[in-house]
C-alpha cells in the first residue's frame, strides 16, 4: 500500500529499566511505525537516552512508580489520540518486536487495509537464545492492533495487570492473525525472565488477590531456554537484513527487578510474601536474604512442584481447592 494512502502507524509501549532490549525494540520498529510512543517510569539504566536517538519517538514521562497497566495504556492513547489523522494503533510490550516483514504478507496488508473499529490478535514467538528457534503461545484472548475511531475509550476488563493494552470496541471487528507473529525477547534474555516470573507472582498477589495456587500453577514454568523437539525455526523472514537484531539484545545485565521484589518486601514485609512458590537459592541470591519460609511452607511448595505435571488431573485438582479455601 502507497505510504501516502494508509493509515498512520503509531506504535505504543511502556517502560521502566528495560535498558538490555530498549535498542532493539527502537531499531527494529522504528522499520515501520511512524511514531512511537513510550511511557517511561523514569528509568534510570539509558533507556531515556535511547529514545533521544529517535526523532520518531514521544517519550512520556510516568513520574508514579507503582504498577498499573491502565495507567501507562491510557497515558499512551491519550498521547495517539492528540496525533492527527487516520491511524493504526500497535501496543506492545518493551521486549517485543514486529518481524522485518510483516507489512509484506497478506495479514500484513489486511491491517493496513483495515476500518477504523477494527482489532487483530497476535501469537508470541518466544525466541530463543541459540538464536535460530521460538517457542509458540497462542494469544486468543489479547490483541495488540486496533484501526482507531477516535472515541472508544480504554478499558481495562476489571484488571490492572493482563488486560487489554488497548481500546475494546465491542461493535467492531477481531480477527486472528496468522501470517506472523510477536517476535518476544523474554525466552532470549534467561536470566530475566527467570526473576521475571517470581516478579510477576507478587505484582498479581498483590493486585488481583490471587491465591498462591493459582499464582504458582500460572507463572511457575521451567526457564529452559534451551532448544527442544518440538520448538519452531525462526523464518529467515522475520529478521533485518541491514542490522543483527540479537547484536541490540545485552543479556549480561542484572535485572533491576531484583530491586523491585526489595521494594515490595521493604514497603509490605517478607511475611506477606511468603506463602508464594518463589523462594529458591537463585533468588535468595538475588536478593541477599535469607528463606523466609517455615518447614510446613515448603512442604507446601515441595507438593506444588512435584504435582506440576498432573494439575489438571481431578485428584490433584480436589487438593488445590481445598488448599485455596485454607491459605
Known sequence: MDIQ?????????ATRNYG????AFLKANSQWADYIIIVDQMSTDGTREMCGEYGNVILLD????TYSETRRCEMALKCAREIKGDKILVYLAIDEVLPANWMD???????????PKDMFVLDWANILPDKEHYKATNADNMYRVFHDDGETPFDNGGLDMHTHCLPYCYGGRERKIGDFPILHFGYYNTLFQYVKLRYYQMVDYDKNHKSVIKLSRYYHQEVNNEYKEG?????KRWLWDDFDIFDLVDVDSTPFLCDEMKSFIEKKGIKHYRLLDIWDDKILECLQMKDPRSSWIRMLHGYLHASKPYYTTLPVRVVDAILKKLL
Not at 494512502?5 to 509501549?13: G, V
Open 5 to 13: 494512502k494508509r493509515p498512520l502507524l503509531i506504535c505504543m509501549t
Open 20 to 23: 538490555w532490549v530498549t535498542r
Open 231 to 235: 520448538d519452531y525455526t525462526i523464518d
Open 62 to 65: 510516568d513520574e508514579d512508580l
Open 105 to 115: 504478507t497478506g495479514d500484513g496488508q489486511t491491517i493496513l487495509s483495515s476500518q
